[in-house]
């Protein structure tokens, strides 16, 4: 059983960054083997996927986010991340991470492949 839990999220203005992070639980499993994911929903919206990281590394990106959001993984550490900069108002959510471990190796947004989900965090920006 993988748990993940998110951390990060914050009130930013406009213009502002923030790094959001994804730990996944220490019990052994190979979190190399797992993709990981980032989605958002705001109220009132469908759930949308944000970034995507594959197991060997490719990612893939929301139309809206690309250039100004990145996802790593650190598979040492089991984390994964969200840098987000140039924040607009529309990127208020709640953020949620999402892992799921694949039989081929591939960065998806696709809800339905991910297995496991954290809580969330919450993601505010003003102008």
């Known amino acids: 059983q993988v748990h993940l839990v998110e951390s990060g999220g914050g009130s930013v203005q406009a213009g502002g960054s923030l790094r959001l992070s994804c730990e996944g639980s220490?019990?052994?499993?190979?979190?190399?083997?797992?993709?990981v994911a980032w989605f958002r929903q705001a109220p009132g919206k469908e759930r949308e996927g944000v970034a995507g990281?594959?197991?060997?590394?490719?990612?893939t990106y929301a139309e809206s986010v690309e250039g100004r959001f990145t996802i790593s993984k650190d598979d040492y550490n089991k984390i994964a991340y969200l840098h987000m900069n140039s924040l607009e108002p529309g990127d208020t959510a709640m953020y949620y991470c999402?892992?799921?471990?694949?039989?081929?190796?591939?960065?998806?947004?696709?809800?339905?492949?991910?297995?496991?989900w954290g809580q969330g965090t919450q993601v505010t920006v003003s102008s």
């Open positions: 220490r019990n052994r499993y190979k979190y190399s083997e797992f993709s």
């Open positions: 990281i594959g197991c060997d590394g490719s990612t």
């Open positions: 999402a892992a799921y471990r694949p039989l081929v190796c591939r960065a998806t947004m696709s809800s339905a492949e991910y297995r496991y």
